[in-house]
């Protein structure tokens, strides 16, 4: 008797499915980690649930035959409006950023590189050269200059600055393990968690996850601080004030002469006091619900911002896309393009490379059948009246009006 051949195909159909086949896949800390969150989850899972208050308001005849997708960020040209957004991937998958960058290029779109990954920017830059290096605001000013330099030199043509972090501490589901090194002892002692995902241990071979950070290198160092490491020089780091976010912007732009985005910006103020401080871009962001909870979904407040700023900076959004039509949704209330964390990460744990394609695949077919339900030839035509907001839907946060 024959197998059934769809058992044992890896081709999943939505980025639900991927979800399931990662938490099959990897130990139990590691699909903990991806999950992430804070304290009451309350800001992630309203990431998601927004997204099922909105509606969409389909034409039944006139449909387009032809429907485009492409536009650009910050000066790249991208196949589609799907951006992959900064996560650090550590021990989730042997090529891990390389992995994903491959993908995106594959598919046309650009990836943001966090400055924690567990890949060097030298090496994802050679894999996709549509990469933005993504800096925390870690280690004192020479530091900063120093890693924004190494980014240039790889061939990064974008910085993203993500400033949204409040080192929350403790989850109601619990937080992962995350050993300093994974070294001989710490293996043993989370064996128990690890043996029962033989094949995650097996596309690791010999090299098991160093779980440090490449790119926090010092100059003439070739490895990084752990992760321990690198968050103790984060925490002790001072907070920045407007002025640095104005100071790394003009660094930035010194050196490489190249687009500088704010990624976490949730106020109608702060995106207008982003506007002041010479950003090109910004994310309407909370971080996928893993900094202050209670901080509402990105897609509530993204009307408000982008009625305030998209006539003068490129306004993205990044939190709980999980299908095409969320795209289609956050494009319609006034998103350029939208940056995915967790659904490339699925698609990653599930299968490689190979799953972030699936998982990008997924994405660009779902905005397709959306336009064309819509009555829509090009992404550039998608209006607010497209989309049906229940009562209620939306938040600004800020005083108005103000700068
Ligand atoms: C496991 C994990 C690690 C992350 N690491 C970073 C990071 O290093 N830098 C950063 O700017 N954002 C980081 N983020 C946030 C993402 O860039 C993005 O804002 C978020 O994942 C979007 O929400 P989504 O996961 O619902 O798509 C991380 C998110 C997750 C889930």
Known sequence: MKLNPWKQNPWFESVAVAQRRAR????????????????????????????????????????????????????????FPVVMSPTGVQAVHPDGEVAVARAAAARGTVIGLSNFASRSVEDVVAANPQTFFQMYWTGDRDVMIQRMERAYAAGSVGLIATLDWSFSMGRDWGSPEIPERVDFRTAVRLAPQ???????????????????????????????????????????????????????????????????????????????????????????????????????????????????????????????????????????????????????????????????????????SGIDSSLLGLGRSSIHELSPTDVVVAPGFRRELGPAGTS
């Open 194 to 364: 690890v043996v029962r995902k033989p094949r995650w241990l097996t596309s690791f071979a010999r090299n098991l996850p160093d779980l440090t950070a490449p790119n926090l290198a010092a100059p003439g160092e070739s490895k990084g601080p752990t992760f321990f490491g690198a968050y103790y020089e984060w925490m002790t780091t001072p907070p920045p004030t407007w002025d640095d976010v104005a100071w790394m912007r003009d660094q930035w732009s010194q050196l490489s002469g190249k687009p500088f985005m704010l990624k976490g910006v949730c106020r109608v103020d702060d995106a207008r006091r982003a506007v002041d401080c010479g950003v090109d871009a910004l994310s309407v962001s909370n971080h996928g619900g893993n900094n202050l909870d209670g901080t509402p979904a990105p897609i509530r407040v993204l009307p408000s911002i982008s009625n305030a700023v998209a006539d003068q900076v490129e306004v993205l959004l990044d939190g709980g896309i999980r299908r095409g039509s969320d795209v289609v949704k956050a494009l319609a209330l006034g998103a350029r393009a939208v940056m995915i964390g967790r659904a490339y990460l699925w698609g990653l744990a599930a299968n490689g490379q190979a799953g972030v394609e699936n998982v990008l695949d997924i994405l660009r």
């Open 24 to 79: 099959r896949r990897l130990p139990r800390p590691v699909y903990d980690a991806l999950v992430a969150g804070s304290e009451r989850g309350q800001s992630m899972s309203d990431n998601e649930a927004a997204y099922t208050e909105l509606g969409l308001a389909p034409h039944v005849a006139g449909h387009q035959a032809k429907r485009d997708l492409a536009t650009t960020v910050m000066g790249q040209q991208i196949s």
